[in-house]
Nanobody, 123 residues
């Protein structure tokens, strides 16, 4: 079992940057692949990116590729989402998730979820 708490959300102007953090507690964090998802008002939750258990592999949704970077520090039990060149369409609640798989994409492959953090990008 692992508990996840996101932080770092806020209001930023278009073109700006934010870094989200996801702090994990419970079972050894390196046992889990991790991912970030987001959900805009009136839309389904969508995949943003994922990172493998030890950080050796990452992949991203096309909409954020080249702008967002996922990293992790297992010594600190934390996963990060660095978001650069933000656009108004990036506005959403961002969720951190953990999977018992080495790495995963689809939402239903994730076993644990944080409560989310709001990111708002103004134009």
């Amino acid at each position: 079992q692992v508990q996840l708490v996101e932080s770092g959300g806020g209001l930023v102007q278009a073109g700006g940057s934010l870094r989200l953090s996801c702090a994990a507690s419970g079972r050894t964090f390196s046992s889990y692949g991790s991912g970030w998802f987001r959900q805009a008002p009136g839309k389904e939750r969508e995949f943003v990116g994922a990172i493998s258990r030890y950080g050796g592999n990452t992949y991203y949704a096309d909409s954020v590729k080249g702008r967002f970077t996922i990293s992790r520090d297992n010594a600190k039990n934390t996963v990060y989402l660095q978001m650069n060149s933000l656009k108004p369409e990036d506005t959403a609640v961002y969720y951190c998730a953990a999977t018992n798989l080495r790495i995963a994409g689809p939402l239903d492959q994730y076993d644990y979820w944080g409560q989310g953090t709001q990111v708002t990008v103004s134009s």
